[in-house]
């Protein structure tokens, strides 16, 4: 996501300083200070001041809306930073001679004369540590700006400029309208979008019958995929300080004054409660798991697949992807995270590739991995692998995962760490590695329901809507409701798919035959 400038420098200070407030606005991101459980961020600013032209070329292709001068501004802050900390600890060194003089001094006149430096010494010091927090600070807040480097295989440009890396699955259908997953909603009683409006809003919805059964057969299949790949099942909390969430690199993509948050941001009764959002993907929480800690090389990596909602705001104007449920404002999303040594990252996220392509495979849909170009990545990301699915409805692919390996941009503002080979506990903790983070979807429910709808329509010879074919893959999780007439009252299992049979219409066999 890319931030406006503006919007940086007032979030990016409240990682800084230690009151706090909240709000609830789901367009206003506070501009009040939020609390902190962690240590500041520890970036590298001798990097940033010694690669000054590069990094800020790098924001430039990644489109990341700075100030002309924001990378620079990191190199003079650095450079004065490291002359006060020279002359400071020059001063801090002359005290002590000085102290050391006074303990030793027998003549009276002496002594008065190294107190008298001592004295001058010691409000030079307060000085120069008061210059140096300041220098700090500027430091600080002017390299947060900055995004993650950009792995030197990403395409530059925008989201047209995407690389396709591999296509997958049967061939596709054409494109045909009467598929739209609409369509297919209110001819079997699948979605209540008009509820959805009434209770909540706009892009808000209810799942009913086969499309509430699915979204929990969607959700255990990606998750017994991703145990089966070494992956700790976890649920997560949908609701997360904001601070964690802007360490992650969640911030808007837009440059309107007042900024505008992407993110729910929940009224707290009390003055001193931290600031809370609305968690934007588990993928935040999954991090804050890990946020603060010391790990050893060995038990590196550590995998874990989250299972939580994602909330969006979706600021702007609506589109034909505002349809349905295709982009809303609250959805079920099995997450993949995963904390390795920084030497190792980018052969998990090969890893983490081949889980996403076995568990879309398994639902037997056509798509195609993306290599995603430079303005498509957000702040966190070093590289992001995308994966469309074909949607003949929508007639055209639709992105149904994304997987992102985050480097160190993470870990630094977390403190997630590590020690190499178990080496002694007592090591100097400024001198241990931060560990890489990678993210990725397993399962973004309510995409990947309008795909197997759009796909898996059956129509008989008079091109009437007769049934819904799913994925065998699904049948060790599926919730048989006998109650349910769309299904007859039962449910018909065919090689690799499951067929859900139409009110009214006669017991449909296919013998595999896929008629369109």
């Keep these: 996501m890319l931030p406006s400038s503006r919007y940086l420098q007032r979030s990016i200070s409240s990682l800084t300083r230690n009151s706090c ?26 990097a940033i001041s010694e690669n000054v032209t590069a990094k800020s070329l790098n924001a430039l292709n990644r489109k990341t809306f700075l100030p002309s001068d924001a990378v620079a501004s990191v190199g003079r802050a650095y450079a004065e930073w490291k002359r006060i900390s020279a002359e400071l600890n020059a001063k801090r060194n002359t005290r002590s001679a000085i102290g050391e003089r006074v303990r030793r001094s027998t003549d009276d006149t002496e002594r008065e004369t190294a107190l008298a430096e001592a004295s001058k010494l010691k409000a030079e010091v307060k000085d120069l540590e008061s210059k140096l927090d300041v220098a700090e600070r500027q430091c600080l807040l002017s390299a947060l700006a900055i995004p993650n480097d950009t792995h030197p295989k990403s395409p530059l440009g925008p989201e047209s400029a995407a690389v396709t890396l591999s296509t997958h699955g049967p061939t596709r259908l ?3 309208l009467k598929r739209d997953h609409l369509t297919i909603s209110e001819h079997f009683g699948l979605l209540d979008l008009k509820s ?7 892009s808000w919805y209810f799942l009913r019958n086969e499309a509430s059964l699915l979204e929990l057969a969607l959700t255990n299949y990606a998750i017994s995929v991703a145990i089966q790949h070494g992956f700790t099942p976890v649920t997560t909390p949908d609701v997360v300080r904001s601070d964690i969430a802007l360490r992650c690199g969640f911030q808007p993509r837009d440059d309107a004054d007042p900024p505008v948050s992407h993110m729910y941001h929940i009224t707290s009764a009390h003055p001193s409660s931290p600031e809370l959002v609305l968690s934007g993907t588990s993928e935040i929480p999954l991090a804050g798991m890990f946020a603060n800690k010391v790990y050893s090389s060995l038990s590196l990596p550590l995998k874990v697949v989250g299972v939580g909602h994602a909330f969006r705001s979706e600021a702007g104007a609506r589109s034909a992807d505002t349809r349905g449920l295709y982009r809303v404002h609250q959805f079920t999303k099995v997450e993949l995270f995963a904390v390795t040594a920084d030497d190792i990252s980018e052969n998990m996220m090969e890893d983490m590739l081949n889980i996403q392509k076995s568990i879309l495979e398994g639902l037997n849909l056509p798509f195609r991995v993306l290599d995603m170009p430079t303005e498509e990545l957000g702040a966190s990301a070093y590289r992001k692998y995308d994966i469309e699915a074909w949607m003949p409805g929508r007639g055209t692919w639709g992105e149904v995962t994304s997987l992102s390996n985050c480097t160190d941009y993470q870990s630094r503002r977390l403190h997630i760490r590590y020690r190499p080979q178990g080496s002694a506990a007592d090591a100097s903790p400024t001198r241990l590695p931060f560990a890489h983070t990678l993210n990725g ?8 329901i309008v795909a197997l709808l759009e796909n898996g329509a059956e129509y008989n010879d008079k091109d009437e809507l007769i ?12 919730i048989t409701n006998k109650a349910r007439s769309i299904v007859n009252g039962m449910m018909i299992f065919q090689d690799k798919t499951i067929s859900l049979v139409a009110i009214g219409t006669p017991h449909v066999v296919l013998d595999g035959y896929r008629k369109r």
């Design 467 to 478: 049934a819904l074919r799913l994925p065998n893959s699904l049948r060790p999780f599926w």
């Design 21 to 46: 407030s909240c709000q609830f606005s789901r367009c206003g991101y506070s501009t009040k200070p939020t609390p902190s459980e962690l240590p500041q961020p520890r970036l590298d600013y001798r």
């Design 441 to 448: 979807t397993a399962a973004a429910i309510p995409r990947l």
């Design 174 to 176: 054409p494109p045909d």
């Design 196 to 202: 959805g409006s009434t209770v909540t809003g706009t």
